[in-house]
């Protein structure tokens, strides 16, 4: 192939032969490292990117993190319906138009008592119904404690959605608008990408970042701090910006569960929302600016 530059060595330049004939050279070279760790130099028309591959394999991603057990702590006091934390979840999971893998409702549990806003996600229980129901073992409990679901295996039967009591669960009906390099990359259970038309999608506790050793992306997306986030074998959860001991927390600050009679024993807890840092009515404002901004989409 005409097109290829010459090598810095004096062996066969690797790439001649790869090159298709309707490739033509662009003239601008790069220097790169062979396999045989020599140096040589190629037309940049010749490159191709790597294409993405997960960093572990399927059964790695069911069996999860070794020695972890994820929890998360939201706090009432402090969320002000910013919804950061919902932007930031759709925008790294490409979340369908129109849904939400985390919502931010707006609750009252007396007539006379005050309003507040209340995150919700999938609570990722110890003993979740949705696995129990699954009939071909597509939704599973990982040993870190987060509760995933495979879409190469999911059928669309929707019982899981039937049996969760936290409405978390969504499905696609259509196919998902995602960028090309999205749409090509091989499906992983951990970044639930890409996700597929006829299955069921939910917060996923971002396994992928925590494999990294980093923070969900509502997490460190929230102004605030409502998110903390942690490892209960550790017990210690964080925001980012603030590290408290989770179970030294739960007790200052009477922690609970959402419908912890059903004995589903979520992995997020939640801090009552006394002594709020805002009041309710600076939140409605930015309700109708984000309800504004999704009803134009
Ligand atoms: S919140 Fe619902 S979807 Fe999440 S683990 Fe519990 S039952 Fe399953
Ligand atoms: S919709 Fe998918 S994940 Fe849910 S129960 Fe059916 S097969 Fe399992």
Not at 133 to 141: G, L, M, R
Not at 161 to 170: D, E, G, H, L
Not at 193 to 203: D, E, I, S, Y
Request: glycine share 8%.
């Amino acid at each position: 192939m005409a097109g290829i530059a010459a090598g810095c060595s004096s062996k066969k330049n690797p790439f001649e032969g790869y090159a298709g004939d309707d490739v033509q050279a662009s003239g601008e070279t790069v220097k790169l490292l062979s396999v045989d760790g020599e140096v040589i130099e190629i037309d940049k028309a010749f490159l191709k990117p790597v294409p993405y591959v997960p960093p572990i394999s399927n059964s790695e991603a069911r069996k999860g993190i070794e020695g972890k057990k994820f929890v998360m702590v939201i706090d009432l006091s402090r969320c002000k319906n910013v919804k950061a934390c919902q932007s930031a979840c759709n925008h790294m999971h490409h979340v369908h138009p129109g849904q939400n893998w985390i919502k931010i409702l707006a609750m009252q549990d007396a007539d006379h008592e005050a309003p507040y806003w209340e995150p919700t996600t999938c609570m990722h229980c110890d003993e979740p119904p949705c696995v129990k129901v699954c009939p071909v073992d597509a939704t599973f409990k990982r040993q870190d404690g987060a509760v995933l679901i495979d879409s190469d295996r999911c059928i669309g039967c929707r019982f899981c959605m039937a049996a969760c009591p936290y409405s978390t669960r969504v499905f696609n009906w259509g196919d998902p608008e995602v960028p090309k390099e999205i749409a090509d990359q091989p499906y992983s259970c951990e970044t639930s990408l890409p996700q597929k038309k006829g299955t069921v999608g939910k917060c996923d506790f971002c396994a992928d970042m925590t494999r990294k050793g980093q923070l969900p992306h509502c997490v460190s997306a929230c102004p605030n701090g409502v998110f903390l986030f942690g490892d209960e074998n550790e017990d210690s959860v964080t925001n980012g910006a603030e590290t408290f001991r989770f179970s030294q927390l739960i007790k200052d600050k009477a922690g609970y569960r959402l419908m912890e009679d059903l004995g589903t024993k979520p992995r997020v807890y939640y801090l009552p929302p006394v002594n709020r840092n805002f009041p309710f009515e600076s939140g409605l404002e930015s309700q109708e600016e984000s309800d504004k901004k999704y009803n134009s989409k």
